[in-house]
């Protein structure tokens, strides 16, 4: 398993093969102008790791969203912040990058009681870092999502993420940008091997 990152595009122009890469992945869905620049850095990271820099893939979505290329390696994609992700695996994996927002912890505890199990919100509780907690569980809880292709509805409080420590791999990370972010990846076996040194950053 292997882990790639790439900074947003501030604009189309700087993509290389950016019209391709759109027609491969639009696939009828609006984006905003920030949420086509992010989709579009993530798949750049795809054509540059599994297509040798073009856009050789046609992409099928699932009926909750997961992405998959025909011939190609298992992979998942998130982006948040100034960052797009990219996880390849021989086998199912899902990953996501959460940005620690400026948000208030109040507001973090509310809906973190809404979609947390009591499990994860006595951990969250019990942390120095209540905030860091949060994004913690909320990235391993979306990588658990991505995974299994169950979608975002399956954010809930039945997915407990600490029943899931030999799937799910946690790392904090401070990125260029100086900001704080939470990395979680969750593949289908267990006992995955991951550490830092897994994640290599691409430009163009």
């Known amino acids: ?24 992945f639009k696939n009828g869905r609006n984006f905003t102008d920030t949420g086509l620049l992010q989709s579009l850095t993530g798949w750049w990271l795809v054509s540059q790791v ?9 992409v099928s979505f699932s009926s ?4 998959k290329i025909s011939g190609l390696p298992f992979f998942s994609i998130s982006h948040s912040g100034n960052y797009a992700f990219l996880a390849v695996a021989k086998q199912e994996v899902g990953c996501d990058i959460q940005l620690h927002q ?3 912890i109040v507001d973090l505890k509310k809906l973190a009681q809404k979609v ?13 870092d209540e905030k860091a907690a949060f994004y913690e569980i909320w990235a391993k809880k979306e990588s658990y999502a991505k995974c299994t292709g ?7 409080k039945k997915a407990d993420t600490t029943m899931l420590c030999n799937n799910i791999l946690y790392t904090p990370l401070l990125m260029p940008d100086g900001n704080k972010y939470s990395f979680a990846v969750c593949m289908a076996e267990n006992k995955i091997n991951f550490s830092k040194e897994f994640i290599k950053n691409l430009t163009v």
Do not use: H, W
Request: charged share 20%; net charge negative.
């Open 64 to 67: 909750k969203g997961k992405p």
């Open 102 to 104: 400026n948000k208030k």
């Open 150 to 156: 169950q979608g975002l509805a399956s954010i809930n």
């Open 1 to 24: 398993m292997q882990v790639y990152y790439a900074q947003i595009f501030e604009n189309t122009s700087l993509c290389p093969n950016a019209d391709e890469l759109i027609k491969a």
């Open 50 to 58: 599994l297509c040798g820099g073009g856009a050789c893939f046609s």
């Open 116 to 128: 947390f199990s009591e499990a994860e919100i006595e951990y969250m509780q019990s942390s120095t």
